[in-house]
């Protein structure tokens, strides 16, 4: 992700510059306050969040999401974490579950915002489109440098799904070189085929990823291990598919915005929710209680 | 009194000076011929007086009333030209008639649109009153027809129609003919030469030399932007004076 | 599957007729004010809408549209429009801007002598703005504007990158379940809308075929 996003950023940034600078031009650049434009144009991801989050800091975050009364909360269609149950219009899963749990022990409505574009989280965070990223993240280092993120709630890996026909062969890390794969752009098992220097096709989403196996475009595909669990197997839509190689061990957590007091406001909660049964009891719902960290 | 009266008319395009110290009048009921070869300012000098260009010195005065000064930018009020227009009448060399309109609405549509703005004038009587020049200009069958479906002869006498619906002092011709096929051009020629039978005061630039001795009370030839010679067409077409109009004048000897 | 697909779809559907039209309805007369402005007699005004006019149509719709959604929040830390406002705004101005273009090609090519015949019969501008030039500004301008409407039916699907979720959304969620044919299903939609736009437009051709 990070290749393409600070691309992105890049462009954003210098349009954004022209912009401002049309701007001062035509309102006079009085107003000193106003996000000044050596800000805004630090081409670094992680500066320009970080920029914004010193603001943050200032006020409580949870101060601002309790005085809107709802917690935005950005996520994807991301089975057993966020999805719906097909006829419902109701997100479910352990995240979206433990998500209404955490707005009402704040006293706030919760939303769901499914994203099109995960690439998009941290600036949808960062101008508040969205108050928190809850949605099976997983803590990279790319991730922390974006975002305020919580203790790790729950254990994930990469792993490799292949047809179930070919299964045999590729048990092991180094029978993977020269395969064909697929995976999602910026994704965790991304990185994980880069430090193994396997090139692969990059997708906008895992179930792309997934999709591509299935319809012989690719041959393989790195997604969660949790996913995969849920997604791919017998008695789900992929039945003739099937994962092998665990590539590493990795924590999920939630995000929020940079300098947030949301979030040890998340860390005290799910300590409590832990401590009261209310944790497992979720995940046991959803078939992760396996994953989840004590705590 | 005389109904039109130009007094030293000049015009430049940025440096290129096309007319010169223009000054001439005309009287009621009568019709001026204006000759020269193109480029020589004739057309130039009909677009000053319908206000499509604007001199840079002179006057214009319409029965004795200057409706334009260059040195008076009160005479050049924009929303006053408008009504200056209407004193005179323009029919152009390419028609100009609007294709989205029958023959008879392209008569009636800028005088409906007066009397919408004015009152007076019912709907019918401008229609009657179209139907009627129309009639005048042989083209009774053509009135529902739309401009691509007459000839060019057909259309030049539209255009004439609708530029004598608004009742002009004086209707000016930018060479009427020079658009149409040779033998669609005596039909256009023959209606000319009736309104001038009418009375009616005209301007007709043309290069048709027998008609405008024919049918001019008065010509005036112009070069480079100058009036050189003008007077009653057996002066100046058939006696001329001046050696430039000789010379212009001898090529169109064998018409 | 295939009717609650259908009915998904259709609410996806809602969404992209509603940026559609809102997108006609504002883009078409901005257009026509863009285009009065790149005609302007007075210069800076003209080069400043056509410096404005290239820039928007020469950069993409989709950077327009995270500007215009992220771009108040980023650079000023401004509360941000609702999402479908954001991509609604985007819309408007980009297609404004290319109508603004074929408004005056439309209004150009309408030849000079009709001004001044409707100036010599005493017409104000107005008059012959609306009574004479328009028509044929229309006339000139349907197939060129025809080709953009079926652009737009297209680009609005462009709007999934903020979130607004719309028909290919709607498709590609489908994918997440393990179905892949109503993502291609919603091509069907897609075609049914620019048919019926293509058979609007041919009408409205013929009906201006009376004159030339």
């Known amino acids: 992700m990070m290749k393409r996003s600070s691309k992105l950023w890049a462009l954003l940034l210098a349009l954004a510059m022209v912009l401002s600078l049309a701007a001062c031009g035509g309102n006079?650049?009085?107003d000193g306050k106003d996000a000044p434009p050596a800000d805004s144009g630090t081409p670094a991801d992680t500066g320009a969040s970080s920029e914004g989050s010193d603001q943050e800091a200032t006020d409580s975050d949870l101060a601002y999401v309790q005085g809107k009364g709802t917690l935005i909360v950005g996520m994807t269609d991301f089975a057993p974490?966020?999805?719906?149950?097909?006829?419902?219009?109701?997100?479910?899963?352990?995240?979206?579950?433990?998500?209404?749990?955490?707005?009402?022990?704040?006293?706030v409505k919760v939303e769901f915002l499914e994203l099109a574009d995960w690439d998009a989280k941290s600036m949808e965070l960062d101008t508040k489109a969205i108050d928190v990223v809850w949605n099976g993240m997983t803590l990279t280092d790319d991730v922390k440098a974006l975002m305020s993120t919580s203790e790790p709630y729950c254990l994930n890996g990469q792993v490799v799904v292949v047809?179930?026909?070919?299964?045999?062969?590729?048990?092991?890390?180094?029978?993977?070189?020269?395969?064909?794969?697929?995976v999602e752009?910026?994704?965790?098992?991304?990185?994980?085929?880069?430090?193994?220097?396997?090139?692969?096709?990059?997708?906008?989403?895992?179930?792309?990823?997934?999709?591509?196996?299935?319809?012989?475009?690719?041959?393989?595909?790195?997604?969660?291990?949790?996913?995969?669990?849920?997604?791919?197997?017998?008695?789900?839509?992929?039945p003739d598919l099937t994962y092998t190689v665990q590539l590493n061990d990795e924590e999920y957590g939630v995000g929020f915005r940079k300098g947030s007091d949301l979030t040890d406001a998340f860390n005290a909660f799910w300590k409590e929710a832990y401590a009261a049964g209310t944790v497992m009891e979720v995940a046991t719902t959803y078939g992760v209680q396996e994953s989840v960290i004590e705590q | 009194m005389s109904i039109l009266e130009v007094n030293h008319i000049e015009k430049h395009f940025g440096a290129t000076r096309v007319l010169t110290d223009i000054s001439f009048s005309l009287e009621q009921g009568q019709a001026l011929s204006i000759i020269g070869s193109s480029g020589s300012g004739k057309t130039t000098l009909l677009r000053c007086l319908n206000f499509l260009e604007r001199p840079d010195h002179g006057s214009i005065a319409v029965k004795g009333n200057v409706i334009f000064d260059a040195n008076d930018p009160k005479t050049q009020l924009e929303s006053e030209i408008r009504k200056k227009r209407l004193h005179f009448g323009l029919v152009f060399q390419n028609f100009n008639l609007f294709p989205q309109y029958t023959a008879l609405q392209n008569v009636t549509l800028a005088r409906e649109l007066l009397a919408k703005e004015r009152g007076g004038e019912s709907k019918e009587s401008?229609?009657?009153?179209?139907?009627?020049?129309?009639?005048?200009?042989?083209?009774?069958?053509?009135?529902?027809?739309?401009?691509?479906?007459?000839?060019?002869?057909?259309?030049?006498?539209?255009a004439i129609a609708r530029a004598l619906a608004l009742h002009p002092d004086i209707l000016c011709?930018?060479?009427?003919?020079?658009?149409?096929?040779?033998?669609?051009?005596?039909?256009?020629?023959?209606v000319i030469r009736s309104l001038a039978e009418q009375k009616t005061t005209m301007i007709i630039v043309t290069h048709e030399m027998a008609f405008a001795r024919d049918v001019a009370d008065q010509v005036i030839f112009m070069d480079s932007g100058v009036i050189v010679e003008q007077g009653a067409p057996g002066d100046v077409i058939d006696h001329p004076k001046e050696e430039r109009t000789k010379q212009f004048l001898s090529r169109y000897a064998n018409d | 599957m295939l009717i609650p697909v259908t009915l998904s779809l259709l609410e996806g559907m809602g969404t992209t007729l509603k940026l559609f039209f809102l997108t006609l309805l504002f883009a078409l007369p901005l257009g026509l004010v863009i285009s009065f402005g790149s005609m302007s007699r007075f210069a800076p005004l003209r080069w400043l809408i056509q410096t404005v006019v290239w820039i928007i149509?020469?950069?993409?719709?989709?950077?327009?549209?995270?500007i215009i959604f992220y771009g108040p929040g980023l650079l000023f830390g401004l509360p941000l429009l609702p999402r479908f406002t954001a991509a609604l705004v985007a819309f408007v101005v980009n297609y404004a801007c290319y109508f603004s273009e074929i408004y005056r090609g439309g209004i150009q090519s309408v030849p000079r002598g009709q001004y001044e015949a409707g100036q010599v019969l005493g017409m104000t501008k107005p008059q012959i703005f609306f009574k004479v030039t328009l028509l044929q500004v229309i006339k000139r301008i349907v197939p060129p504007m025809g080709n953009e409407f079926i652009t737009l039916v297209k680009d609005?699907?462009?709007?999934?990158?903020?979130?607004?979720?719309?028909?290919?959304?709607?498709?590609?969620?489908?994918?997440?379940?393990?179905?892949?044919?109503?993502?291609?299903?919603?091509?069907?939609?897609?075609?049914?809308?620019?048919?019926?736009?293509?058979?609007?437009?041919?009408?409205?051709?013929?009906?201006?075929?009376?004159?030339?």
Do not use: C
């Not at chain 1, 752009?185 to 895992?206: P, R, V």
């Open chain 3, 57 to 66: 149509r020469g950069s993409p719709l989709m950077i327009q549209i995270l």
């Open chain 1, 28 to 30: 006079g650049s009085s």
């Open chain 2, 126 to 158: 401008i229609q009657q009153a179209g139907e009627e020049l129309l009639v005048r200009m042989g083209l009774a069958d053509r009135a529902g027809h739309f401009p691509h479906q007459l000839s060019g002869g057909q259309q030049q006498r539209v």
């Open chain 1, 81 to 107: 974490m966020d999805y719906k149950d097909s006829g419902s219009d109701e997100w479910i899963g352990f995240d979206a579950d433990m998500a209404k749990a955490f707005a009402e022990s704040l006293g």
């Open chain 2, 173 to 190: 011709f930018d060479e009427p003919t020079s658009a149409l096929d040779p033998e669609l051009t005596g039909e256009v020629l023959r």
């Open chain 1, 185 to 238: 752009n910026g994704s965790a098992g991304a990185e994980q085929l880069d430090a193994l220097g396997i090139s692969y096709t990059a997708m906008q989403n895992q179930a792309a990823a997934v999709m591509e196996v299935a319809s012989g475009a690719s041959e393989a595909a790195v997604i969660d291990l949790l996913m995969a669990g849920a997604m791919i197997g017998e008695g789900t839509s992929y």
């Open chain 3, 156 to 212: 609005t699907s462009l709007v999934r990158v903020i979130s607004v979720y719309e028909l290919i959304w709607m498709g590609e969620s489908y994918i997440k379940k393990g179905l892949i044919w109503p993502l291609f299903y919603t091509a069907v939609f897609y075609l049914i809308l620019s048919g019926i736009l293509t058979i609007l437009l041919n009408q409205m051709e013929k009906k201006l075929d009376y004159f030339q």
């Open chain 1, 163 to 182: 047809p179930a026909a070919k299964a045999d062969q590729y048990q092991t890390v180094e029978s993977l070189s020269g395969l064909a794969f697929a």
